[in-house]
């Protein structure tokens, strides 16, 4: 079981905006980096978010985060079709000594 | 360009062994800490294990420590991880990533799927 929860699914018409939220503790999110990862079907991860808001180059500026005490949020606009994925928060644990990922969210563009 | 290529999956006996070798390329390999990343079929990532760029650290899952081991050799860029005592449990996809200090992972090999059955 995750120590990190997220909705399990979105969704939002095309061109629309839809928030996920990643909620954590202070022993992760709270003193911690997070990252966000999306997975199309059938594929591998990719990095989304890196140190709570920073976007790796080649990732459009229609995907951002935000991070405020023990919680996380990704924030998708202008909602296209290729944007149907799973998508994942991440942050390093200091009690458990380990990495954890959130529950994952599903997102569908109506 | 960097690659990640995991080999080694396939169908093994509940309590038996295999090994997992992970080639990197189109980066300075030993600078980077590299993980190991599982997917059971259906379901979300968990993370396994970590090791340092030199491999004088590693960090273990409680599901998988004693039982899994994380290893590289930096002079053939390949990342290693050694599975024994399979579990039914352990059935996933596993990915390799490239790791950076902050703890994030940019870059993910396509996976190579473990099938732990009788």
């Known amino acids: 079981q995750s120590v990190l929860t997220q909705p399990p699914s979105v969704s939002a018409a095309p061109g629309q905006k839809v928030t996920i939220s990643c909620s954590g503790s202070?022993?992760?999110?709270?003193?911690?980096?997070v990252s966000w990862y999306q997975q199309l079907p059938g594929t591998a991860p990719k990095l989304l978010i890196y140190e709570n808001n920073k976007r790796p180059s080649g990732i459009p500026d229609r995907f951002s985060g935000s991070k405020s005490g023990t919680s996380a949020t990704l924030g998708i606009t202008g909602l296209q079709t290729g944007d149907e994925a799973d998508y994942y928060c991440?942050?390093?644990?200091?009690?458990?000594?380990?990495?954890?990922f959130g529950t994952g969210t599903k997102v569908t563009v109506l | 360009e960097v690659q990640l290529l995991e080999s080694g999956g396939g169908l093994v006996q509940p309590g038996g062994s295999l090994r997992l070798p992970c080639a990197a390329s189109g980066f300075t390999f030993n600078i980077y800490p590299m993980s190991w990343v599982r997917q059971a079929p259906g379901k979300g990532l968990e993370w396994v294990s970590a090791?340092?760029?030199?491999?004088?650290?590693?960090n273990y899952a409680d599901s998988v420590k004693g039982r899994f081991t994380i290893s590289r050799d930096n002079s053939k860029n390949t990342l290693y991880l050694q599975m024994n005592s399979l579990r039914a449990e352990d059935t996933a996809v596993y990915y390799c990533?490239?790791?950076?200090?902050?703890?994030?992972?940019?870059?993910w090999g396509q996976g190579t799927l473990v099938t732990v059955s009788s």
């Open positions: 202070s022993s992760n999110i709270g003193n911690n980096y």
């Open positions: 090791i340092s760029g030199s491999g004088g650290s590693t």
């Open positions: 991440g942050t390093w644990d200091s009690s458990l000594n380990a990495y954890v």
């Open positions: 990533a490239r790791t950076v200090r902050g703890w994030y992972f940019d870059y």
